[in-house]
């Protein structure tokens, strides 16, 4: 029988550390990849990613979360509690579709990667747009989901571990 895993009040700081070190190569390879269109989408892609995942997702999804305050798989639960007040639990299954402000740090570069690639085609951008696919689309997948999920306390509210759960049925 599959053994459950512990749920943690406070996650090892291994767990935000990874991920975050994942994260800033995201934030780094996606910025050169836009730094090839030129420098000030590549300071507009870096600043957007500061701004969504340390202060947007903090303050419309981690304040309405049981980890605000403690240190969660990534981190922005404690970075929450520096910068805002706490706000109601029961309110983050709906706070939680904020998260979509994340969506363009882990797709903008794939997309601006691809239409660069297809218009001044080179063995360079190509690799550096599969690497930030992979990184982006899989690698933080399988952090999420070793390190992050199986220990969460917030599994039996969370639209995405819902989502993923329907998945595998
Ligand atoms: S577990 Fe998720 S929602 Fe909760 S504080 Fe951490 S990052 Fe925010």
Redo the contacts with the bound molecule.
């Keep these: 029988m599959q053994q459950l895993a512990v749920k943690y009040d406070g996650y090892p700081w291994t767990t935000p550390f990874l991920e975050n070190v994942l994260w800033l190569s995201i934030y780094v390879l996606g910025s050169i990849i836009f730094g090839l269109i030129g420098t000030w989408a590549a300071e507009t892609y870096a600043t957007y990613c500061v701004v969504s995942m340390y202060l947007l ?2 303050r419309f ?2 304040t ?5 305050g ?1 240190r ?6 404690r970075i ?1 509690a520096l910068l805002f007040a706490k706000r109601n639990d029961a309110l ?1 299954g709906t706070s ?1 579709k904020c ?1 979509r402000f994340a969506a363009p740090v882990f797709l903008a570069p794939l997309i601006a990667g691809i239409t660069l690639w297809v218009f001044q085609f080179s063995w360079e951008i190509l690799g550096m747009t599969v690497l930030f696919g992979i990184l982006a689309l899989y690698c933080t997948r399988v952090v999420t989901m070793r390190a ?1 999920c199986p220990h ?1 306390k ?1 599994e039996a509210v969370c639209p995405a571990y819902a989502k993923a759960h329907r998945r595998q049925q």
């Design positions: 997702i903090p999804v981690c309405y979360c049981s980890y605000f403690r969660c798989h990534s981190g922005q639960g929450a983050f939680f998260m992050g969460c917030q």
